[in-house]
């Protein structure tokens, strides 16, 4: 709160302006003013406290497309959420990893159009400023028409939960007590929140190599994700890298298969660790091909085209190539973000939380519920998150009413 003047300085100036005819200041209206205040600030003080003591029905940490489906659904069913959005990390930043991608072409109901016109006539003015410049170059009849941007997309889901009366806090989810109930929720501004139920909604953070040249290039060629951007126009009938060896990265460089010229994985061991039934999918794809016991270091590319190519480095000896490329595909995993949790809750091998009974999303801990790419390592898309934060809700409201809260 801010501190407007001492008690002492307040009862001068009354005083100094309050003079009898023998100047002896008179203190009993600057007393009784003093008083009322005491009495307003004592009733702030209750109210305050009332208010920090009712717990929340419903916490939704997170901020991407699932933690905003959570929170739309659950102020629809008046569960008054208030949603931790988080502050901007390097690899992660509140609105989620959509906010770290520009045109998102599958996500129903979304078709390219203007929709500049339509996101500026929803959200909020005073948020304008974090939209990002419509593409250039993309319009029909003198009009913008393009894919909805991530951006645009999770500031609309922001503004619907915002609608329905879903409380925003920019601040941090630093630790739960999962004993305590109500759940004790601390935020990084040292607040602690009591909470009936949460939903954790944190998301997962792609992994790259740290190269500097990754991060120039991201969004001009560099991707973590196949499967939202292997289709862009940027790609089609060019080579293409894939970087990693497991499961996914040997699914992702078959899915580029359909719109690369070539697709070349590069892997730094000499074996796949892909199952055997992928390594052999790979294999025989004509379009693929694997080069063995390199790691890129470095990522090559200008300012007109983005990537051209990627330098590498044998891991076996002194030798180095160039790949001529117009995209690098990271595939060499994801890190979920729960280290606030600190193993609370129970998780998969790969770190994941685990939803503990099928088709829902509870998990180990009754009365916490988990959606989107937090609690799924197999599809991780907009679309499915936003469809797992709508199941959180729906749970966390029968589970409150089952608990009669
Ligand atoms: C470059 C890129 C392009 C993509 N393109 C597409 C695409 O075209 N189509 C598609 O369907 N999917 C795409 N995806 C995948 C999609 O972005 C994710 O599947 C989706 O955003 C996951 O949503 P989420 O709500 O689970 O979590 P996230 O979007 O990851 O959001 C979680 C957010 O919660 C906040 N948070 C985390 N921890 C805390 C904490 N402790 N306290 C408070 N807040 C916290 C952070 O701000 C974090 O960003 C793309 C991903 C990337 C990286």
Redesign the pocket.
Known sequence: MPVVGSRQSDEDSFASRLQTPDSKPVFILPRLLIMAREQFADLNHFAERDTRHVAERVIV???????WSAAIYASRANLNPLL???TPHAE???????A??TE????AGFPAGNIRAFVESAVDPDRHYNLPPAPAGHERNGQPHYAVQ?VELVELMKQQAINFGTRVAG????DVDVEARPFKVTTGEGRVVEAHSIIV??????NYLGLPSEETF??RGV???AV??GALPRFRNKPLVVVGGGDSAVEEACYLTKFASKVYVVHRRDQLRASKIMQQRLLENPKAEVVWSHVPVNIVGNDKDGVTGVDLQSTVDQSAKHLPASGVFFSIGHTP?TA?LKGKLETNEKGYIRWTRPFRTYTSVEGIFA????ADDHY??????AGT?CMAALDAERWLAEQGL
């Open positions: 940490i997170g901020s991407g497309p699932a933690g931790f959005e988080g992660m930043i509140p609105l989620g990893q959509l770290f991608t998102v072409e599958n996500y991530g601040e941090d989810v630093v909604a944190t998301g997962a953070r792609a991201k969004n991707s973590a994700c939202c951007d973000n606030f959606a989107g790419d937090v991780r898309q907009a679309i499915t998150s934060g």
